[in-house]
């Protein structure tokens, strides 16, 4: 399958400062990118949809001014969580999907990031 | 009641058993299954994809949708220990095929 590129794969924060997470599709071009958050034990829940070139889509109950994406280029996304809570600590996942209008279930995942707020 | 249920283990088997996981749900909506293996610490892997009811199968694994009974498993025949790990069902449907959701995971063990 493809290759989805996430990074960091961990980091740790002090409260109230932003982390920039990065997702790169490597060998294809993404015009969509998916943003998951992952809690121990549950499932993944969408927070937000990305088109190159335009702006996101968020979900329902996620903050758009905490939770900023975006997707400026055909292989990269990025997630900044501004002002991180200890309650922001999650696992997240990025995927990747090829070609407008196709199916999400041709999308491919990142590794994931394990983001720890002290 | 959660969209997607699935329970979640953590189920433990010998080498070479059948293994098989189940998630059930409620919107009838949805179209598109699919599963997903997820190792610790790492991204969801695709495994297998279903459209709307039936069977089908890739080498060890089986996966069976039952849309009368909302009802979808993933057999995985002769159990090896590298299956060992987390195994998602996800969901879509086809006015929103791109919005995923997620079963929480049955995390499997398979004892060499």
């Known amino acids: 399958g493809a290759v989805v590129s996430q990074h960091p794969s961990r980091v740790i924060c002090k409260s109230g400062t932003s982390v920039k997470i990065e997702c790169r599709s490597l060998d294809f071009q993404a015009t969509t990118m998916f943003w998951y958050r992952q809690f121990p034990k549950k499932s993944l829940m969408l927070m937000a949809t990305s088109n190159e070139g335009s702006k996101a889509t968020y979900e329902q109950g996620v903050e758009k001014d905490k939770f900023l994406i975006n997707h400026a280029s055909l292989t990269l996304s990025t997630l900044t969580v501004t002002s991180a809570h200890p309650e922001d600590s999650s696992f997240y996942i990025c995927s990747a999907a090829s070609v407008r209008g196709r199916r999400n279930t041709e999308a491919f995942f990142g590794q994931g990031t394990r983001l720890t707020v002290v | 009641q959660k969209e997607v249920e699935q329970d979640p283990g953590p189920l433990s088997v010998p080498e070479g058993a059948i293994v098989s996981l189940n998630c059930t749900y409620s919107n009838s909506a949805f179209q598109y299954f699919m599963w997903y293996r997820q190792y610790s610490r790492k991204g969801p892997e695709l495994l297998m994809y279903t459209y709307s009811s039936g069977n089908k199968e890739d080498g060890r694994f089986t996966a069976q949708v039952d849309k009368s009974s909302k009802y979808i498993s993933l057999f995985i025949r002769d159990s090896q220990p590298s299956d060992s790990a987390t195994y998602l069902c996800?969901?879509?449907?086809?006015?929103?095929?791109?919005?995923?959701?997620f079963g929480s995971g049955t995390k499997l063990n398979v004892k060499p």
């Open positions: 996800a969901m879509s449907s086809l006015y929103n095929f791109n919005k995923f959701y």
